[in-house]
């Protein structure tokens, strides 16, 4: 069943991390909707510029609406992931769409305010939700290449100025993590005093992790095991402080790396073990299956009785 954003984070605040899965073919929304009505909680499945690109958005919103009949038990909501003014402007003229996300981390302050406010207002005159971004994340991953140089953390202090300017419902923030299979190779982990702070000054507020897939190692070697050339440094966001961060008020939680790992472990394994076999029906099937089983248990892995026991 499909749901606004707002609702969706707004029941989950406090309790529980929404998943939001990134997805860009037929196996990927099999696999999330299915793992979600598995786990019986509520999902959003997010759309980038790039997947859209690929498929054109009327096949994933049409994979989407199939989807919703099959798993009639899914609460979910759809989202654009890293839009820029002109991929938000789109999608809200679309209507097919709970929320935006306008990411405009890269400008200057001031300018990150006047974008994201402008997009907010015309979001909201159609009942969609925006999602901004503050603070600049590192990382590799579609069309997003930032250095970590580059990269900088959220200021608390600017958090209450931005959102009361710009009116957001929901906020990105850089803590720690990054985009693609290398996110916390610095060893820092998440920086959760910055979220204590945010939460402290915003109590209630639904903030936004991006970056936040767990890159497995044994995923990693597998994959390496039949021919793939992933780094063991590689390093995803660690489950106890996932949780903490949920107490902390993080509740939605992007997660993108960890399917397509899962899917390029599957079918180096397949061609490698059966390279006579040419039929994607196979390893799409055992996709489908192990992508299921993922959702359910990462679904499962972010309510925060977890933490507490």
Known sequence: MKLPTLEILKNAYGKYGVAAFNVFNAEQIHGVFGG??????????????????????????????????????????????????????????????????????????????????????????????????????SGVEDDINISAEKSKYTDPDQVVEFIERTQCDSLAVAVGTSHGAYKMSGGKGLQLSILENIQKLLPGFPIVLHGASNVPLDEIEKINKYGGNISSKAKGVDEKEMLQAIKFGVTKINIATDLRLIWTRIHREFFSITPELFDPVIPGKTYIEELTKFVNKKCQSLKINNYEN
Not at 106 to 122: A, G, P, Q
């Open 36 to 137: 979600s009505q598995l786990a019986e909680m509520p999902i959003i499945v997010q759309i980038t510029p790039a997947a859209r690109n690929y498929t054109t958005p009327e096949f994933l919103e049409g994979m989407i609406s199939s989807a919703a009949k099959v798993y009639p038990n899914t609460e979910f909501s759809v989202h654009l992931d890293h839009g820029n003014y002109e991929h938000c402007l789109s999608a809200i003229d679309n209507g097919f769409y709970g929320s935006v996300m306008i990411d405009a981390s890269h400008e200057e302050f001031e300018k990150n305010i006047s974008i994201s406010s402008d997009i907010v207002k015309r979001a909201h005159d159609k009942g969609i939700a925006v999602e901004a971004e503050l603070g600049v994340l």
